[in-house]
């Protein structure tokens, strides 16, 4: 079975802090993604990366960076938390090939204040 | 129109009932087409991929419309614990990421 792991359930920081949000697989996947969740809005894509050190902007990297030096992980950065961070950040992974579905992590919820 | 647009309901239906949702999709170009289950606070997981062809597991139809740009789920003897968030998912084009709609929220009742 896939695992994907997400460092932390819940978090709370605070505005201005650099938040670190971290990702493991252990399928050898090529591909991981960031959404992020919201009531009312779905699940909208941050960043993804098909590869080590390969990083494509989603539908919102505003205020978001991500790193990927090792396959298994791709971590998500806040560079400087805004209360309008605060949601739930599901992280996924995937085979290589197009038709390939998503695994998620269980996710997490950070609260920014 | 959105890339993926899904009813949000919710649906309400009795135990035992036929229920189907449908998701339109904007992009002609797109190749991979799933429906995501997801329970309340839970991450979503994978219900079924939908083929070109149409497929079923168990009580779960679903099918694929690429002319009217849509894909459906038909759900049979609905179950209490079908009761959840389904979420329909295509990708933009060939390779790139998933495209998640807002889901639709079944609610099966005793």
């Known amino acids: 079975d896939v695992k994907v792991t997400q460092s932390s359930r819940y978090l709370v920081k605070r505005t201005g802090e650099k938040v670190f949000l971290e990702c493991v697989q252990d399928m050898d996947h090529e591909n991981m993604f960031w959404y992020r969740q919201d009531p009312g809005l779905g699940l909208r894509l941050i960043y993804f990366s098909y590869d080590v050190k390969m990083k494509e902007k989603g539908d919102i990297p505003e205020g978001y960076s991500v790193s990927r030096e090792k396959k298994e992980r791709f971590s998500l950065i806040l560079e400087s938390a805004s209360t309008n961070q605060t949601s739930m950040y599901l992280c996924a992974s995937s085979l290589g090939t197009g038709n390939s579905p998503l695994h998620f992590g269980n996710g997490t919820r950070l609260t920014v204040t | 129109r959105k890339e993926v647009e899904q009813d949000p309901g919710p649906f309400n239906v009795p135990e035992g009932a036929t229920v189907a949702f449908n998701c339109t999709y904007s992009n002609s170009a797109s190749q991979s087409f799933f429906w995501y289950r997801q329970d309340c606070r839970k991450e979503p997981k994978l219900l079924m991929s939908?083929?070109?062809s149409g497929n079923e597991d168990g009580r779960f139809t679903a099918q694929l419309n690429r002319a009217s740009q849509y894909i459906s789920l038909l759900i049979r003897d609905s179950k209490l614990s079908d009761s959840a968030t389904y979420l329909c998912v295509v990708n933009k084009q060939a390779g790139t990421a998933l495209i998640f709609g807002k889901g639709t929220t079944l609610s099966v009742s005793s």
């Open positions: 939908v083929y070109s």
